[in-house]
């Protein structure tokens, strides 16, 4: 009976430890998701900031942090030149105060507010 009852146990342990393990990599997923959303958020207000203010900016490599779900962010933007006078590439690239890891990184073009269309 024992024996019996020890097989059986195996045989139950098998697919709750698969199953356990499935729901770990789904909170994980879920974690990582959340992390590139929110930086993804912070990104899209840096470029929504320039063009409010309808800015020039000038060429160089600027940063900065954001709290932001009660956590603190990094970001940092990159203005470049473009073949058109007229134009700055500005990109913006995001990562968790604690890891290196670019979690959102987003591309813009800003016009000149001086320019005429």
Known sequence: MLVELLVALT????????????MSQAIDNTAALRDRSLALWIAQDQI???????????????????????RNWRWQEQVLTTPVAQLRRLEVEVRDAEHSQVLAHLVA???DPNSKP
């Open 109 to 111: 073009f800003l016009r």
């Open 48 to 70: 929504a900031l320039h063009r409010m203010r309808h800015d020039w900016p000038d060429v160089k490599v600027t940063s900065g942090t954001r709290e932001l779900a009660g």
């Open 11 to 22: 045989i139950l342990a098998l697919p709750l430890a698969a199953i356990t393990r499935s």
